[in-house]
């Protein structure tokens, strides 16, 4: 009788600091959205920029011979992969810098002196906010591209699609905020951010094959994380999904669909572990 | 019982020792003043009873419960009102209000009702709903103490609450300080102005390189040191030599204690008195000397006169000491989390 008594209060407590933990998360969550309606520039450039991408790089390559691509794709349907990809890159590039500012200016520490549930809800509340903003400019490129020609992936792709996303998006947003606790200023934060940006993406397979490419760069793509969210993304455009085949012809190896997202998988775990205790020391 | 209990807390920020075995009760339901210039160690010490900051060593003890291992509860118990005041300028105030309820997990129907209360009781009803970006000093001092007293805690903790504040602001929350410590609210708060520790606080301390020199009743601590202030002239701008002559005749007087000559103020004299028949002994003195009074005025021992026993500086001289001298970039630099 008393056991189950002492069970069902400690079920209790338990359940008010998840409706806690739920509250605060939410509320941060909240701040960063109305941050962002009331400055929306960098929501509309973050889909302007891709968009740029899209139409002039479909445009520059328009009147490439047919067949000069794998599986005889058109480049614009080959290119949309590529700058759906780049645009949730480059959207949670960005993840650390709402967290920068209040580093900066010392809102950071009106959370702290409040009776925070858990520290991680500040990181939660940037994770779902950049999610969010991430696969809804990605979506808007998906329909741009659509509405150009270069196709729409089946209700299995799409699920795929925006399954590799996350886990892409998950990964570059525990590696943006941990940069914005390790690196001393803003300044410093966007000049790595600017930095990162396009070698990765040149450095990929967004723009051209592999087959294309000199042995050195190959080398890069091969094991760029963007090249493996960009190959199943475009499998999935491309007919049928199946994970079994091979995607990458990789210098060191062929890597399957499978193979891709298990890597993305890997790069999300490893990066969240390495960040954590830098987060836990900064918010302790 | 204290809801506040510092034992010997020290905090260097590299070379600079900002507290040297810093001690500080601070009783149950008292307005507590912590008086100190610019550069005591006045933030330094607010910051660690609100856990924003570990000391090198030290006990801390808030609302009985010690503050380096149950940081969360200690949270609860307190508001804490900084010194600069970071607001997210692009949120309305009351937004920043909501999130603030939030973050101490109030009900939102509670939240809402605690939030009309302030936004009535601080007046600040006409501009709420304006982006914070936009507000004054003593908007965002008001928005800031909403804030704090959001949850009411039973500790309310403020840094220098009306620096730089216009006359109003300034008493509009002093009033709200003096009721809320009517209705029991422990609140301490810092200051480098004489006269807001005087019109508040009915317990305070003198803080001065990092240590409490001066502790009791502002009451008390007057009255310990004992004596009239007087302020006395033979002529309106008198000279070097007379001055010094008078100060002669004074300090064989009994009673007569501490005689300066002020040089700034046309050679006038400064000295302390026992008591009101040591005035009459000057006067017999001045007048077989021939000479007469043009000017005497007399005081009670103020709470510059406290500082000035305790530190041998008189506040303001410690103040422009070290006014300057800090680097505030480097400060909030080394400050960042
Ligand atoms: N973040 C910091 N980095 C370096 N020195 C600091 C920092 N904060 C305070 N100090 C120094 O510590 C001393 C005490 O500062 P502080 O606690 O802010 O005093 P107060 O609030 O009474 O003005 C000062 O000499 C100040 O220059
Ligand atoms: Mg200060």
Same mark, same amino acid.
């Given at each position: 009788?008393?056991?189950?008594?002492?069970?069902?209060?400690?079920?209790?407590?338990?359940?008010?600091?998840?409706?806690?933990?739920?509250?605060?998360?939410? !509320?941060?969550?909240?701040?960063?959205?109305? &941050?962002? !309606?009331?400055?929306?520039?960098?929501?509309?450039?973050?889909?302007?920029?891709?968009? =740029?991408?899209?139409? %002039?790089?479909?445009?520059?390559?328009?009147?490439?011979?047919?067949?000069?691509?794998?599986?005889?794709?058109?480049?614009?349907?080959?290119?949309?992969?590529?700058?759906?990809?780049?645009?949730? +890159?480059?959207?949670?590039?960005?993840?650390g810098l709402?967290v920068m500012f209040d580093r900066e200016f010392?809102?950071?520490?009106?959370? /702290?002196?409040?009776?925070?549930?858990?520290?991680?809800?500040?990181?939660?509340?940037?994770?779902?906010?950049?999610?969010?903003?991430?696969?809804?400019?990605?979506?808007?490129?998906?329909?741009?591209?659509?509405?150009?020609?270069?196709?729409?992936?089946?209700?299995?792709?799409?699920?795929?699609?925006?399954?590799?996303?996350?886990?892409?998006? +998950?990964?570059?947003?525990?590696?943006?905020?941990?940069l914005a606790f390790a690196l001393p200023g803003h300044i410093e934060l966007i000049a790595v951010?600017?930095?990162?940006?396009?070698?990765?993406?040149?450095?990929?397979?967004?723009? !051209?094959?592999?087959?294309?490419?000199?042995?050195?760069?190959?080398?890069?793509?091969?094991?760029?994380?963007?090249?493996?969210? =960009?190959?199943?993304?475009?499998?999935?455009?491309?007919?049928?999904?199946?994970? $079994?085949?091979?995607?990458?012809?990789?210098?060191?190896? $062929?890597?399957?669909?499978?193979?891709? %997202?298990?890597?993305?998988?890997?790069?999300?775990?490893?990066?969240?572990?390495?960040?954590?205790?830098?987060?836990?020391?900064?918010?302790? | 019982?204290?809801?506040?209990?510092?034992?010997?807390?020290?905090?260097?920020?590299?070379?600079?020792?900002?507290?040297?075995?810093?001690?500080?009760?601070?009783?149950?339901?008292?307005?507590?003043?912590?008086?100190?210039?610019?550069?005591?160690?006045?933030?330094?010490?607010?910051?660690?009873?609100?856990?924003?900051?570990?000391?090198? #060593?030290?006990?801390?003890?808030?609302?009985?419960?010690?503050?380096?291992?149950?940081?969360?509860?200690?949270?609860?118990?307190?508001?804490?009102?900084?010194?600069?005041?970071?607001?997210?300028?692009?949120?309305?105030?009351?937004?920043?209000?909501?999130?603030?309820?939030? %973050?101490?997990? /109030?009900?939102?129907?509670?939240?809402?009702?605690?939030?009309?209360?302030?936004?009535?009781?601080?007046?600040? #009803?006409?501009?709420?709903?304006?982006?914070?970006?936009?507000?004054?000093?003593?908007?965002?001092?008001?928005?800031?103490?909403?804030?704090?007293?959001?949850?009411?805690?039973?500790?309310?903790?403020?840094?220098?609450?009306?620096?730089?504040?216009?006359?109003?602001?300034?008493?509009?929350?002093? &009033?709200?300080?003096?009721?809320?410590?009517?209705?029991?609210?422990?609140?301490?708060?810092?200051?480098?102005?004489?006269?807001?520790?005087?019109?508040?606080?009915?317990?305070?301390?003198?803080?001065?390189?990092?240590?409490?020199?001066?502790?009791?009743?502002?009451?008390?601590?007057?009255?310990?040191?004992?004596?009239?202030?007087?302020?006395?002239?033979?002529?309106?701008?008198?000279?070097?030599?007379?001055?010094?002559?008078?100060?002669?005749?004074?300090?064989?007087?009994?009673?007569?204690? &501490?005689?300066?000559?002020?040089?700034?103020?046309?050679?006038?004299?400064?000295?302390?008195?026992?008591?009101?028949?040591?005035?009459?002994?000057?006067?017999?003195?001045?007048?077989?000397? $021939?000479?007469?009074? +043009?000017?005497?005025?007399?005081?009670?021992?103020?709470?510059?006169?406290?500082?000035? &026993?305790?530190?041998?500086?008189?506040?303001?001289?410690?103040?422009?000491?070290?006014?300057?001298?800090?680097?505030?970039k480097?400060?909030s630099k080394?400050?960042m989390?």
């Amino acid at each position: 009788m008393t056991i189950s008594t002492s069970a069902v209060s400690s079920l209790a407590s338990e359940k008010s600091s998840f409706s806690d933990l739920m509250q605060e998360t939410f !509320a941060l969550t909240r701040r960063l959205f109305l &941050q962002l !309606a009331r400055r929306p520039s960098t929501l509309v450039a973050g889909i302007l920029q891709p968009l =740029i991408w899209l139409v %002039l790089f479909g445009a520059l390559f328009s009147n490439a011979p047919e067949g000069l691509l794998p599986g005889g794709m058109s480049y614009g349907r080959f290119l949309g992969a590529g700058v759906i990809v780049f645009t949730a +890159f480059s959207g949670a590039l960005n993840a650390g810098l709402p967290v920068m500012f209040d580093r900066e200016f010392g809102f950071l520490n009106r959370l /702290l002196v409040a009776p925070l549930c858990s520290r991680n809800s500040i990181v939660f509340a940037s994770v779902i906010y950049i999610t969010t903003i991430s696969l809804l400019q990605s979506l808007a490129i998906m329909g741009t591209a659509s509405l150009l020609g270069y196709g729409w992936p089946g209700p299995a792709g799409l699920i795929l699609v925006c399954f590799t996303l996350l886990l892409l998006v +998950f990964a570059v947003t525990a590696l943006s905020l941990g940069l914005a606790f390790a690196l001393p200023g803003h300044i410093e934060l966007i000049a790595v951010i600017f930095v990162a940006n396009l070698p990765l993406l040149f450095a990929s397979t967004a723009l !051209a094959p592999l087959s294309f490419m000199p042995s050195w760069l190959a080398w890069l793509a091969a094991i760029n994380p963007l090249t493996f969210a =960009i190959e199943p993304i475009r499998a999935a455009y491309a007919g049928p999904l199946d994970l $079994d085949i091979v995607l990458i012809h990789a210098p060191y190896g $062929d890597v399957r669909g499978f193979d891709c %997202l298990i890597v993305l998988t890997l790069l999300t775990i490893g990066l969240f572990l390495l960040i954590g205790p830098l987060l836990n020391r900064k918010l302790a | 019982m204290p809801l506040i209990e510092l034992k010997e807390l020290e905090k260097s920020y590299g070379a600079v020792k900002a507290l040297r075995g810093l001690n500080l009760n601070v009783p149950k339901g008292s307005l507590f003043g912590l008086l100190g210039p610019n550069g005591s160690g006045k933030t330094t010490t607010l910051r660690i009873i609100c856990t924003l900051l570990a000391p090198d #060593s030290g006990q801390v003890q808030v609302v009985g419960l010690n503050a380096l291992k149950k940081a969360r509860e200690v949270r609860r118990a307190i508001g804490y009102v900084a010194q600069d005041v970071a607001i997210d300028k692009i949120l309305t105030g009351r937004e920043l209000l909501k999130l603030q309820g939030d %973050l101490y997990h /109030l009900s939102p129907v509670y939240r809402d009702q605690r939030i009309e209360e302030l936004i009535s009781r601080l007046v600040m #009803s006409d501009w709420i709903d304006r982006r914070c970006g936009s507000y004054s000093g003593g908007m965002r001092r008001r928005i800031d103490l909403a804030s704090g007293l959001l949850h009411q805690p039973q500790l309310l903790i403020l840094d220098e609450p009306t620096v730089g504040l216009d006359i109003e602001s300034r008493s509009t929350i002093w &009033q709200l300080l003096l009721e809320l410590k009517n209705k029991g609210t422990t609140i301490l708060l810092s200051s480098h102005y004489l006269e807001e520790i005087e019109a508040l606080a009915d317990q305070m301390a003198i803080i001065d390189e990092g240590r409490v020199i001066a502790e009791g009743s502002p009451k008390n601590l007057k009255e310990k040191l004992g004596g009239d202030r007087v302020t006395l002239r033979v002529r309106e701008f008198s000279d070097e030599n007379e001055a010094k002559k008078i100060s002669k005749l004074l300090e064989t007087i009994e009673g007569v204690r &501490q005689v300066v000559i002020n040089q700034l103020q046309g050679f006038s004299l400064n000295l302390v008195v026992d008591d009101e028949s040591v005035l009459k002994c000057i006067r017999e003195k001045l007048a077989s000397a $021939d000479l007469k009074i +043009f000017a005497l005025s007399q005081s009670r021992p103020s709470l510059d006169d406290v500082y000035l &026993q305790a530190t041998g500086r008189t506040l303001m001289d410690a103040e422009l000491e070290l006014v300057g001298q800090r680097d505030m970039k480097l400060e909030s630099k080394n400050a960042m989390r």
